[in-house]
Protein backbone atom coordinates (compact mmCIF):
# COMPACT_ATOMS: atom_id res chain seq x y z
CA UNK A 1 0.00 0.00 0.00
CA UNK A 2 1.27 3.58 -1.27
CA UNK A 3 0.96 6.89 0.92
CA UNK A 4 0.75 9.53 -0.54
CA UNK A 5 -0.02 12.82 1.07
CA UNK A 6 -3.62 15.04 0.22
CA UNK A 7 -2.89 18.69 1.16
CA UNK A 8 -6.57 19.82 0.14
CA UNK A 9 -7.25 23.21 -0.77
CA UNK A 10 -6.17 26.97 1.17
CA UNK A 11 -8.55 28.05 3.53
CA UNK A 12 -8.37 31.68 4.35
CA UNK A 13 -4.83 31.94 2.07
CA UNK A 14 -1.52 29.99 1.35
CA UNK A 15 -0.68 27.47 3.97
CA UNK A 16 3.36 28.06 4.26
CA UNK A 17 3.36 24.59 5.65
CA UNK A 18 1.95 22.77 2.81
CA UNK A 19 5.23 22.94 0.76
CA UNK A 20 7.44 21.57 3.19
CA UNK A 21 5.26 18.83 4.09
CA UNK A 22 5.36 17.98 0.41
CA UNK A 23 9.11 18.14 0.67
CA UNK A 24 9.56 16.00 3.58
CA UNK A 25 6.60 13.66 2.49
CA UNK A 26 9.35 13.21 -0.42
CA UNK A 27 11.64 12.55 1.45
CA UNK A 28 10.23 10.10 3.81
CA UNK A 29 9.57 8.02 0.25
CA UNK A 30 5.73 9.04 0.14
CA UNK A 31 4.73 7.76 -3.76
CA UNK A 32 2.21 11.51 -4.01
CA UNK A 33 0.74 14.39 -3.41
CA UNK A 34 -2.36 16.01 -4.19
CA UNK A 35 -4.17 19.24 -3.77
CA UNK A 36 -8.01 20.07 -4.34
CA UNK A 37 -10.31 22.94 -5.06
CA UNK A 38 -13.56 24.21 -3.70
CA UNK A 39 -14.68 27.71 -3.96
CA UNK A 40 -11.44 29.33 -3.43
CA UNK A 41 -7.97 28.46 -4.52
CA UNK A 42 -7.64 26.62 -7.60
CA UNK A 43 -6.08 22.89 -7.46
CA UNK A 44 -3.38 23.01 -10.39
CA UNK A 45 -1.52 26.37 -9.40
CA UNK A 46 -0.23 24.90 -5.84
CA UNK A 47 0.45 21.20 -7.04
CA UNK A 48 2.74 23.22 -10.39
CA UNK A 49 4.82 25.64 -7.19
CA UNK A 50 5.29 22.05 -5.35
CA UNK A 51 6.32 20.21 -8.81
CA UNK A 52 9.25 23.00 -8.98
CA UNK A 53 10.30 22.44 -5.30
CA UNK A 54 10.13 18.44 -5.53
CA UNK A 55 11.97 16.00 -8.16
CA UNK A 56 10.71 12.73 -7.67
CA UNK A 57 7.09 12.68 -5.97
CA UNK A 58 4.07 12.09 -7.86
CA UNK A 59 1.75 15.04 -8.46
CA UNK A 60 -2.20 14.25 -8.55
CA UNK A 61 -5.46 17.00 -7.64
CA UNK A 62 -8.00 15.00 -5.47
CA UNK A 63 -9.96 16.44 -7.07
CA UNK A 64 -10.44 19.13 -9.67
CA UNK A 65 -13.95 19.92 -10.43
CA UNK A 66 -14.91 19.19 -13.89
CA UNK A 67 -17.60 22.42 -13.85
CA UNK A 68 -14.42 24.81 -13.35
CA UNK A 69 -13.40 23.98 -16.78
CA UNK A 70 -13.96 22.24 -20.18
CA UNK A 71 -12.53 19.01 -20.45
CA UNK A 72 -10.23 20.39 -22.96
CA UNK A 73 -8.99 22.92 -20.55
CA UNK A 74 -8.27 20.55 -17.94
CA UNK A 75 -6.81 18.02 -20.47
CA UNK A 76 -4.38 21.25 -21.02
CA UNK A 77 -3.85 22.08 -17.61
CA UNK A 78 -2.83 17.99 -16.79
CA UNK A 79 -0.57 17.88 -20.13
CA UNK A 80 1.07 20.94 -19.43
CA UNK A 81 2.19 19.57 -15.88
CA UNK A 82 2.71 16.46 -16.94
CA UNK A 83 5.75 17.91 -19.18
CA UNK A 84 7.04 20.76 -16.83
CA UNK A 85 7.24 17.95 -14.10
CA UNK A 86 8.66 15.24 -16.32
CA UNK A 87 5.61 13.03 -16.24
CA UNK A 88 4.37 12.69 -12.72
CA UNK A 89 1.03 14.21 -13.44
CA UNK A 90 -1.99 12.05 -12.13
CA UNK A 91 -5.57 13.70 -12.78
CA UNK A 92 -8.25 13.42 -10.25
CA UNK A 93 -11.92 14.35 -10.91
CA UNK A 94 -14.78 15.09 -9.28
CA UNK A 95 -18.73 15.99 -10.37
CA UNK A 96 -19.43 18.30 -7.15
CA UNK A 97 -22.51 18.99 -6.71
CA UNK A 98 -25.21 21.18 -7.29
CA UNK A 99 -24.93 23.63 -4.49
CA UNK A 100 -21.56 24.46 -5.62
CA UNK A 101 -22.13 23.39 -9.83
CA UNK A 102 -24.69 26.01 -9.69
CA UNK A 103 -24.44 27.90 -7.10
CA UNK A 104 -20.19 29.07 -7.25
CA UNK A 105 -19.77 28.12 -11.14
CA UNK A 106 -23.27 29.29 -12.70
CA UNK A 107 -24.09 26.51 -14.91
CA UNK A 108 -26.80 23.93 -14.41
CA UNK A 109 -25.92 20.54 -12.64
CA UNK A 110 -26.21 17.87 -15.16
CA UNK A 111 -29.45 16.04 -15.48
CA UNK A 112 -27.33 12.63 -15.93
CA UNK A 113 -24.53 13.04 -14.32
CA UNK A 114 -23.62 9.42 -15.14
CA UNK A 115 -23.19 10.42 -18.90
CA UNK A 116 -21.59 13.61 -18.33
CA UNK A 117 -18.85 12.34 -16.14
CA UNK A 118 -18.43 9.76 -18.82
CA UNK A 119 -17.61 12.34 -21.89
CA UNK A 120 -15.83 14.14 -19.68
CA UNK A 121 -13.47 11.57 -19.38
CA UNK A 122 -14.03 10.82 -23.14
CA UNK A 123 -12.67 14.29 -24.64
CA UNK A 124 -9.58 14.33 -21.88
CA UNK A 125 -8.83 10.66 -23.10
CA UNK A 126 -8.89 12.20 -26.78
CA UNK A 127 -6.81 14.97 -26.37
CA UNK A 128 -4.01 12.39 -24.13
CA UNK A 129 -3.95 10.59 -27.26
CA UNK A 130 -3.85 12.85 -29.66
CA UNK A 131 -4.73 10.56 -32.48
CA UNK A 132 -6.89 12.56 -34.42
CA UNK A 133 -9.40 15.68 -33.42
CA UNK A 134 -11.22 15.63 -30.75
CA UNK A 135 -14.95 14.80 -32.18
CA UNK A 136 -17.95 13.86 -30.05
CA UNK A 137 -21.61 13.84 -30.32
CA UNK A 138 -22.59 14.54 -26.88
CA UNK A 139 -25.24 15.84 -24.45
CA UNK A 140 -23.12 17.47 -22.23
CA UNK A 141 -19.74 18.14 -23.70
CA UNK A 142 -20.21 18.46 -27.41
CA UNK A 143 -17.16 19.01 -29.71
CA UNK A 144 -17.20 20.66 -31.72
CA UNK A 145 -20.50 22.81 -30.75
CA UNK A 146 -23.01 22.75 -32.73
CA UNK A 147 -25.75 24.11 -30.78
CA UNK A 148 -28.81 26.69 -31.95
CA UNK A 149 -26.65 29.32 -30.13
CA UNK A 150 -23.21 28.97 -31.99
CA UNK A 151 -22.65 30.27 -35.27
CA UNK A 152 -21.93 26.91 -36.50
CA UNK A 153 -18.10 27.48 -37.71
CA UNK A 154 -16.70 25.07 -35.00
CA UNK A 155 -13.37 23.22 -36.17
CA UNK A 156 -12.50 20.06 -34.72
CA UNK A 157 -9.03 20.08 -33.45
CA UNK A 158 -6.18 18.25 -31.64
CA UNK A 159 -3.79 19.40 -29.52
CA UNK A 160 -0.98 21.79 -30.79
CA UNK A 161 1.31 19.99 -27.48
CA UNK A 162 2.03 16.74 -28.40
CA UNK A 163 0.85 15.37 -24.55
CA UNK A 164 4.08 13.15 -22.46
CA UNK A 165 1.85 10.50 -21.92
CA UNK A 166 -1.14 9.30 -23.72
CA UNK A 167 -1.99 7.01 -20.56
CA UNK A 168 -1.84 9.94 -17.66
CA UNK A 169 -3.76 7.83 -15.13
CA UNK A 170 -7.11 9.76 -14.73
CA UNK A 171 -9.08 8.93 -11.57
CA UNK A 172 -12.57 10.17 -10.26
CA UNK A 173 -14.32 10.93 -6.96
CA UNK A 174 -17.26 9.15 -6.98
CA UNK A 175 -19.76 8.60 -4.04
CA UNK A 176 -23.08 6.74 -5.46
CA UNK A 177 -23.06 3.21 -6.19
CA UNK A 178 -23.90 3.73 -9.84
CA UNK A 179 -21.31 6.23 -10.09
CA UNK A 180 -18.49 4.09 -8.92
CA UNK A 181 -19.78 1.10 -10.90
CA UNK A 182 -18.89 3.39 -14.05
CA UNK A 183 -15.65 4.54 -12.30
CA UNK A 184 -14.43 0.67 -12.51
CA UNK A 185 -14.43 0.86 -16.04
CA UNK A 186 -13.83 4.15 -17.51
CA UNK A 187 -11.32 5.46 -14.68
CA UNK A 188 -7.86 4.54 -13.86
CA UNK A 189 -8.67 4.50 -10.39
CA UNK A 190 -11.31 5.85 -7.57
CA UNK A 191 -10.96 8.67 -4.74
CA UNK A 192 -13.13 7.87 -2.69
CA UNK A 193 -14.15 10.62 0.13
CA UNK A 194 -15.04 8.19 3.27
CA UNK A 195 -13.45 4.73 3.34
CA UNK A 196 -14.30 2.50 6.53
CA UNK A 197 -12.09 -0.94 6.00
CA UNK A 198 -14.88 -2.36 8.81
CA UNK A 199 -17.73 -1.73 6.16
CA UNK A 200 -16.18 -2.96 2.60
CA UNK A 201 -19.84 -4.28 1.92
CA UNK A 202 -20.96 -0.83 1.42
CA UNK A 203 -18.55 -1.01 -1.87
CA UNK A 204 -18.44 -4.29 -3.60
CA UNK A 205 -21.66 -4.58 -5.06
CA UNK A 206 -20.31 -1.16 -7.54
CA UNK A 207 -16.31 -2.27 -7.39
CA UNK A 208 -17.23 -5.40 -8.25
CA UNK A 209 -13.57 -7.59 -9.52
CA UNK A 210 -11.61 -4.48 -9.74
CA UNK A 211 -9.23 -5.00 -12.92
CA UNK A 212 -5.46 -5.01 -12.43
CA UNK A 213 -3.65 -1.62 -11.87
CA UNK A 214 -6.93 -0.13 -10.87
CA UNK A 215 -5.71 2.21 -7.93
CA UNK A 216 -8.28 3.02 -5.00
CA UNK A 217 -7.03 5.89 -3.01
CA UNK A 218 -8.85 6.95 -0.38
CA UNK A 219 -8.35 9.74 1.81
CA UNK A 220 -7.64 9.35 5.65
CA UNK A 221 -6.95 12.00 8.71
CA UNK A 222 -4.04 11.32 10.45
CA UNK A 223 -2.85 12.57 13.67
CA UNK A 224 -0.37 11.22 16.14
CA UNK A 225 -1.38 11.81 19.45
CA UNK A 226 -2.13 10.72 23.24
CA UNK A 227 -5.84 11.60 23.17
CA UNK A 228 -8.28 10.04 20.80
CA UNK A 229 -10.66 12.33 21.62
CA UNK A 230 -8.95 15.43 20.83
CA UNK A 231 -7.64 13.94 17.79
CA UNK A 232 -11.10 12.89 16.19
CA UNK A 233 -11.51 17.13 16.45
CA UNK A 234 -10.67 18.24 13.21
CA UNK A 235 -12.26 14.66 11.73
CA UNK A 236 -15.39 15.56 12.88
CA UNK A 237 -15.52 19.87 12.00
CA UNK A 238 -14.65 17.98 7.91
CA UNK A 239 -17.43 16.00 8.46
CA UNK A 240 -19.88 18.54 9.99
CA UNK A 241 -19.04 20.95 7.24
CA UNK A 242 -19.23 18.31 4.10
CA UNK A 243 -22.77 16.47 5.46
CA UNK A 244 -23.94 20.03 6.78
CA UNK A 245 -22.57 22.51 4.67
CA UNK A 246 -21.61 21.26 1.53
CA UNK A 247 -24.90 20.53 -0.35
CA UNK A 248 -28.54 21.22 -0.02
CA UNK A 249 -30.62 19.46 2.26
CA UNK A 250 -32.35 17.70 -0.30
CA UNK A 251 -29.41 16.37 -2.43
CA UNK A 252 -26.12 16.02 -0.35
CA UNK A 253 -24.15 13.19 -1.69
CA UNK A 254 -21.77 13.19 1.45
CA UNK A 255 -24.96 12.81 3.53
CA UNK A 256 -25.99 9.93 1.79
CA UNK A 257 -22.66 8.27 1.64
CA UNK A 258 -22.57 8.69 5.43
CA UNK A 259 -26.19 7.04 5.70
CA UNK A 260 -25.53 4.27 3.76
CA UNK A 261 -22.54 3.43 5.78
CA UNK A 262 -24.73 2.97 8.49
CA UNK A 263 -25.14 7.07 10.09
CA UNK A 264 -28.64 8.27 8.50
CA UNK A 265 -30.14 9.44 11.75
CA UNK A 266 -26.39 11.21 12.88
CA UNK A 267 -26.48 12.48 9.06
CA UNK A 268 -30.15 13.89 9.25
CA UNK A 269 -29.38 15.69 12.56
CA UNK A 270 -25.90 17.34 10.90
CA UNK A 271 -27.81 18.37 8.28
CA UNK A 272 -30.49 20.19 10.07
CA UNK A 273 -28.22 21.73 13.13
CA UNK A 274 -26.24 23.25 10.07
CA UNK A 275 -29.10 24.42 8.51
CA UNK A 276 -30.10 26.01 11.22
CA UNK A 277 -27.00 27.99 11.71
CA UNK A 278 -25.35 25.99 14.69
CA UNK A 279 -22.32 24.89 13.47
CA UNK A 280 -20.49 23.75 16.72
CA UNK A 281 -23.76 21.56 17.62
CA UNK A 282 -23.48 20.33 14.32
CA UNK A 283 -19.37 19.16 14.72
CA UNK A 284 -20.88 17.89 17.89
CA UNK A 285 -23.56 15.54 16.46
CA UNK A 286 -20.94 13.71 14.56
CA UNK A 287 -20.43 10.52 16.06
CA UNK A 288 -16.94 9.50 17.06
CA UNK A 289 -17.24 5.73 15.96
CA UNK A 290 -17.56 7.48 12.51
CA UNK A 291 -15.20 9.79 12.73
CA UNK A 292 -12.96 7.44 14.03
CA UNK A 293 -13.34 4.71 11.16
CA UNK A 294 -12.69 6.82 8.65
CA UNK A 295 -9.71 8.05 10.13
CA UNK A 296 -5.91 7.05 11.88
CA UNK A 297 -5.83 8.73 14.99
CA UNK A 298 -3.97 8.12 18.81
CA UNK A 299 -1.08 6.79 19.85
CA UNK A 300 1.72 5.01 18.07
CA UNK A 301 0.43 1.01 18.59
CA UNK A 302 -2.86 2.24 18.12
CA UNK A 303 -2.63 3.55 14.57
CA UNK A 304 -0.24 0.17 13.58
CA UNK A 305 -2.94 -1.70 14.65
CA UNK A 306 -5.55 0.05 12.79
CA UNK A 307 -3.41 0.44 10.15
CA UNK A 308 -3.55 -3.43 8.87
CA UNK A 309 -7.20 -2.99 8.68
CA UNK A 310 -6.63 -0.63 6.05
CA UNK A 311 -4.18 -3.34 4.01
CA UNK A 312 -6.84 -6.14 3.99
CA UNK A 313 -8.75 -4.60 1.22
CA UNK A 314 -8.30 -3.08 -1.75
CA UNK A 315 -6.46 0.34 -1.05
CA UNK A 316 -3.96 0.43 -3.11
CA UNK A 317 -3.08 4.51 -1.81
CA UNK A 318 -3.54 5.72 1.36
CA UNK A 319 -3.57 9.65 0.65
CA UNK A 320 -3.13 10.84 4.55
CA UNK A 321 -3.83 14.12 5.39
CA UNK A 322 -2.07 15.13 8.43
CA UNK A 323 -0.68 18.65 10.45
CA UNK A 324 2.13 17.29 11.01
CA UNK A 325 5.80 15.78 10.07
CA UNK A 326 5.98 13.54 13.04
CA UNK A 327 2.57 11.97 12.14
CA UNK A 328 3.76 11.51 8.26
CA UNK A 329 7.40 10.33 9.71
CA UNK A 330 4.93 7.48 11.63
CA UNK A 331 3.02 6.28 8.56
CA UNK A 332 5.98 5.51 6.48
CA UNK A 333 8.13 3.78 8.98
CA UNK A 334 4.64 1.70 10.26
CA UNK A 335 3.81 1.23 6.32
CA UNK A 336 7.26 0.48 5.62
Known amino acids: MRLGLALGYWGRGPDAAHLELAREAERLGYDSVWTAEAWGSDAFTPLTWIAAHTSRIRLGTAVAQMAARTPTATAMHALTLDHLSGGRMSLGLGLSGPQVVEGWYGRPFPSSPLTATREYVDVIRQVLRRGG???????????????????????????????????????????GPKNIAQTTRIADGWLPLYWSPTRLDVYEASLGDLREGFVVAPMVRAQLCDDVSDGLLPVKAMLGFYIGGMGHA??????????????????????????????????????????????????RQRIAERLELWRKGPVTDLLVTSPDHKTLRALAELNG
Do not use: W
Open 133 to 175: PVELDGCFHPHPYRGPDGTGLGKPLKPITHPLRADLPLLLGAE
Open 250 to 299: ARNFHADLMSRMGYEAAAHRIQHLFAKGHREEAIRAVPDAFADEISLVGP
